[in-house]
């Protein structure tokens, strides 16, 4: 039980990490990022860029761990889901987290040359920058796509098997739709990544997480629930 209740603790504090990380990736890129002149505000604001790129590769790895020090428990109740948990968050959504920082990172050379360049040479850049941009555009909902499907099978299992309240699982799941539907909605153009409608769709799933992070810190996972599941599965072995 003790182990239980320091892998709770650890879930907890890598929700924190990782969604503190990607508030600081924020703060940093965003105004620069969301600019009419992207490749002017890189190239006067690159340590920013650099450092917000930094901030999602630990978004990334804190939140890929989760899964894996889930995995463990969650494949008692099913192995088919824990993994597919692990696929999801652990490796696609880590994935995606990479490739977006590269694309922050590349944007920093590529202003350099734009502003060295001569204004014959700067339509190229720009066309250069733009392409990027649109990368980087939809590399956002496409995460928030795969981050959407993993959490789904992580609240439906936890849920099922009770291990943290079932209001706080809940709202979890239903949290879900309106962060995925603002995923969609960028990937259609009907409003941009990181803007104020996006960031209101997907506040309930992150208000959630962090409640749901200082939850497991303080109390743990339901310690009846692992009781009677485990007798369940004793049961089953006979």
Same mark, same amino acid.
């Given at each position: 039980?003790?182990?239980?209740?320091?892998?709770?603790?650890?879930?907890?504090?890598?929700?924190?990490?990782?969604?503190?990380?990607?508030?600081?990736?924020?703060?940093?890129?965003?105004?620069?990022?969301?600019?009419?002149?992207?490749?002017?505000?890189?190239?006067?604001?690159?340590?920013?860029?650099?450092?917000?790129?930094?901030?999602?590769?630990?978004?990334?790895?804190?939140?890929?761990?989760?899964?894996?020090?889930?995995?463990?428990?969650?494949?008692?109740?099913?192995?088919?889901?824990?993994?597919?948990?692990?696929?999801?968050?652990?490796?696609?959504?880590?994935?995606? &987290?990479? #490739? @977006?920082?590269? *694309?922050? %990172?590349?944007?920093?050379? !590529? =202003?350099?040359?734009?502003?060295? $360049?001569?204004? /014959?040479?700067?339509?190229?850049?720009?066309?250069?920058?733009?392409?990027?941009?649109?990368?980087?555009?939809?590399?956002?909902?496409?995460?928030?796509?795969?981050?959407?499907?993993?959490?789904?099978?992580? &609240?439906? #299992? @936890?849920?099922? *098997?009770? %291990?943290?309240?079932?209001? !706080? =699982?809940?709202?979890?799941?239903? $949290?879900?739709? /309106?962060?995925?539907?603002?995923?969609?909605?960028?990937?259609?153009?009907?409003?941009?990544?990181?803007?104020?409608?996006?960031?209101?769709?997907?506040?309930?799933?992150?208000?959630?997480?962090?409640?749901?992070?200082?939850? @497991?810190?303080?109390?743990?996972?339901?310690?009846?629930?692992?009781?009677?599941?485990?007798?369940?599965?004793?049961?089953?072995?006979?």
């Amino acid at each position: 039980m003790n182990s239980i209740n320091k892998t709770a603790r650890i879930v907890g504090v890598l929700f924190i990490i990782g969604t503190i990380a990607g508030m600081l990736s924020y703060a940093l890129t965003g105004p620069v990022l969301g600019g009419s002149d992207v490749l002017v505000n890189v190239s006067t604001h690159e340590m920013q860029i650099i450092a917000g790129a930094l901030f999602v590769v630990i978004m990334g790895l804190a939140l890929a761990m989760v899964p894996v020090m889930m995995f463990p428990l969650l494949k008692k109740y099913n192995e088919a889901l824990a993994l597919g948990y692990v696929v999801f968050r652990g490796a696609l959504e880590t994935v995606l &987290y990479i #490739v @977006l920082a590269i *694309t922050w %990172l590349f944007l920093v050379p !590529l =202003s350099q040359e734009y502003v060295k $360049a001569g204004t /014959p040479d700067a339509s190229y850049f720009q066309t250069l920058g733009a392409v990027v941009l649109k990368g980087h555009d939809l590399i956002g909902p496409v995460q928030t796509i795969v981050f959407c499907l993993g959490a789904l099978i992580f &609240y439906s #299992v @936890l849920y099922q *098997t009770n %291990l943290i309240p079932r209001w !706080l =699982s809940g709202w979890g799941l239903i $949290a879900i739709i /309106p962060y995925l539907a603002a995923g969609l909605l960028v990937l259609f153009g009907f409003f941009g990544p990181l803007s104020t409608s996006e960031i209101v769709l997907e506040f309930p799933l992150a208000l959630q997480e962090m409640v749901m992070a200082v939850w @497991l810190i303080g109390k743990g996972f339901n310690p009846s629930a692992i009781v009677s599941w485990s007798a369940t599965g004793d049961k089953k072995g006979r």
